[in-house]
């Protein structure tokens, strides 16, 4: 039973499901666009390429998670150190070769 219970730690670990993601901490960020020029179209480019690496990106206002405002950012976490947020961008960059990392928190509605 310990084995199929590591098993599933791990696979939670590695999860981009946002269900046990942090609200705060790392970030790790693969688009974005200015707010008042969002286009579902382009929306839909910068989730199709994330997802091609196997990452489902979440995105809100970047006001929301205390970066600048005025955009759309579309980000992967948060991760509690910034170790894991490097892990993940580096096979993010594999679709999305000018992903970032970026501190912050994020409000909610």
Known sequence: MLKHASLLALFLAGSTCNAFALDSGYWVVVGNMQQDETDPAVSSRIHAKI??????????????????????????GAYASRAEAEAVLQKARRCVPDGYIKRGAYAGE
């Open 51 to 76: 997802g091609r690496c196997g990452f489902q990106a979440f995105n809100d206002f970047s006001s929301k998670f205390g970066f600048a405002p005025g955009y759309i950012v579309f980000v992967l």
